[in-house]
């Protein structure tokens, strides 16, 4: 499908196209396909990204400014080093001046220099996050810093979002940061998370067991092998929660099988259409 967009730009169409090559994109991650793979899936997108630019214009759909926004932090995940740089460079700019990127432009930005930062630019951030008076801006800032790929400055997150700089009116933001930092660092995820998560999950009261049954599942499913996330459940939530516990294995463990599927699927496409061009 991607390869037969062409110049259409099907907004809803794209996304779906966004959302399966970033799904195997992190599949094969680890593995010895992974170069090759996300080489492959910057060069279906950089021809859009080229065509849609960094800025909102006169006529853009609502649905063309979010996929715009897609495309260019996919292609930042994905090791674009053009868009690296220039993130890395409009960061610079809203560094000096935070009114030089849009609200809706920030997390574009912020998310693709988070995931590469440096322990320089990642105590930038720090910083930016902490003096910030704007709420929804200091959230942004700080699940940018739960994206590193550091593990020491993912570390260094991890221990940020379970401090006392946290406000007590953001307390939903510790959670969402180790959500966000699944996609780059499950392991430490998870261990931290589940840690403490009944100070994570203060915020749902009397909901929270609901959420632990049948959602950490679904948001954990690559930090630990399903039947020990199982075992896990099962011996921190009621007996009552024993069906949600099931719905959300059962979604986790449908993304364990889709991966063991993916990747050799993948691996498979990429020398077929090596072979043939």
Do not use: C
Not at 85 to 103: C, G, K, L
Not at 160 to 179: C, G, K, T, V
């Amino acid at each position: 499908l991607a390869e037969h967009m062409g110049g259409d730009l099907d907004a809803r169409a794209w996304q779906q196209i966004t959302a399966a090559l970033g799904s195997i994109e992190y599949d094969e991650r680890g593995s010895a396909g992974h170069d090759a793979f996300a080489a492959y899936a910057r060069s279906v997108f950089k021809p859009l990204e080229a065509r849609l630019g960094w800025q909102d214009r006169p006529g853009d759909t609502p649905d063309v400014q979010t996929l715009r926004r897609t495309v260019i932090e996919d292609l930042g995940a994905w090791g674009d080093p053009e868009v690296i740089a220039e993130a890395r460079r409009r960061f610079a700019a809203f560094v000096r001046d935070p009114a030089a990127i849009s609200p809706n432009d920030q997390p574009m930005i912020l998310n693709v220099v988070g995931r590469y930062a440096d322990a320089a630019t990642f105590e930038q951030l720090h910083t930016l996050a902490r003096q910030s008076a704007d709420d929804a801006q200091k959230s942004r800032i700080y699940r940018a810093l739960a994206l590193a790929r550091d593990p020491k400055l993912a570390a260094q997150a991890a221990n940020i979002a379970l401090s006392p700089e946290i406000p007590p009116q953001l307390a939903m933001l510790r959670l969402q940061m180790f959500f966000v930092m699944t996609s780059e660092q499950p392991k430490l995820a998870w261990t931290t998370f589940s840690g403490n998560i009944g100070k994570l999950l203060s915020p749902f009261g009397a909901l929270a067991p609901l959420v632990e049954a049948q959602y950490v599942p679904q948001i954990f499913w690559d930090s630990l092998p399903p039947d020990q996330m199982e075992a896990w459940l099962r011996a921190h939530v009621p007996a009552a929660m024993s069906p949600q516990v099931a719905k959300g294995m059962e979604s986790a463990r449908f993304r364990v099988a889709q991966k063991a599927q993916l990747v050799p699927e993948a691996d498979a496409y990429l020398a077929s259409r090596a072979q043939h061009t």
